[in-house]
């Protein structure tokens, strides 16, 4: 049976990844940084399917641990046919916000990981002739909104190489585009999306379907719903001052007040004219 491995698979779309896979009947290998929460996904999943699910518990940023799960991957008696690169997280503040401590360790997750453990799977493989890379980037990438938007761009544009130098081999590399998906993601990073239009936002289930789907066709970019792929394609090719002046920290600021102003207004109006509200003359 298929074993597939799955980083920050204990929330958002990790544990979609895992759920689904876990229904397609592959075996797992879950990794996270929360042991406790990992193992109780896992007991969960089994309970449902009939599969096996190891759990790693591993700090991706750490290298020592990082080195851990891509030792697994080398693991020719139980061999990884399918590797989804999902870990990640925000930073709550700017870029000089931050501590650069902070910053270094987002990054090594962020794209060390990625780079570490997609070479240690592809390289196996390619010597079986078959297997899949999912590398989860995002839409960001194409924005100019901080070190983290340019860690993906580099996901991105790494995964594409790879898809690339892996043509022929059996073997496919895939990355992940999404817009916003309605996971834990902007909490954690204590985010207030508050106002953005309902229309913006994703379902993790059809996300990772969609992500599924594409890297078992081979599909290089993987961008889930026709507007975001739109928007994709016109960050792409717009000229970068204007990406720079859409998507600086400030525009989204005025954006959201904007948004959130709307939605009150909307809100008093419905409340104004709600005839069971109405006080009786």
């Known amino acids: 049976m298929a074993h597939a491995l799955v980083t920050g698979s204990t929330s958002g779309l990790g544990l979609e990844f895992a759920w689904q896979l876990a229904g397609t009947g592959h075996d797992l290998v879950l990794v996270s940084r929360d042991e406790d929460r990992l193992r109780a996904i896992a007991e969960q999943i089994r309970d449902v399917h009939d599969i ?4 790693l518990p591993a700090d991706l940023a750490d290298r020592e641990q990082l080195e851990k799960v891509a030792l697994r991957l080398t693991d020719p008696v139980e061999p990884v ?3 989804v690169n999902n870990a990640g997280y925000g930073l709550r503040g700017g870029f000089l916000e931050v501590g650069i401590e902070d910053h270094e360790k987002q990054l090594d997750t962020l794209m060390r990981a990625v780079l570490v453990l997609s070479h240690a799977a592809a390289r ?9 890379i999912i590398n989860v ?7 100019t909104a901080g070190p983290y938007a340019a860690s993906k761009s580099w996901v991105t544009v790494f995964t594409e190489s790879l898809a690339m130098e892996l043509k022929g081999t059996g073997v496919s590399a895939t990355a992940l585009l999404p817009g916003f998906v309605q996971t834990e993601f902007h909490e954690r990073a204590a985010m207030n ?4 239009p309902r229309i913006t936002w994703l379902k993790a289930p059809f996300v990772v ?3 599924l789907k594409d890297a078992a066709k081979g599909t290089v970019l993987s961008i889930p719903s026709v507007k975001y792929r739109t928007a994709g394609e016109f960050s792409r090719i717009a000229p970068r001052p204007l990406v720079r002046a859409l998507t600086s920290p400030d525009w989204f600021r005025r954006f959201r007040q904007r948004a959130v102003t709307r939605s009150s207004r909307r809100a008093s109006r419905r409340k104004l004219h709600a005839p069971w509200q109405r006080e009786e003359e």
């Open 52 to 55: 096996s699910v190891e759990v």
């Open 81 to 83: 046919s399918l590797l």
């Open 193 to 196: 999306m508050e106002g953005l």
């Open 209 to 211: 379907e969609q992500a």
């Open 124 to 132: 196996l493989m390619v010597q079986r002739r078959r297997g899949a």
């Open 137 to 143: 980037s995002s839409l960001a990438g194409y924005t």
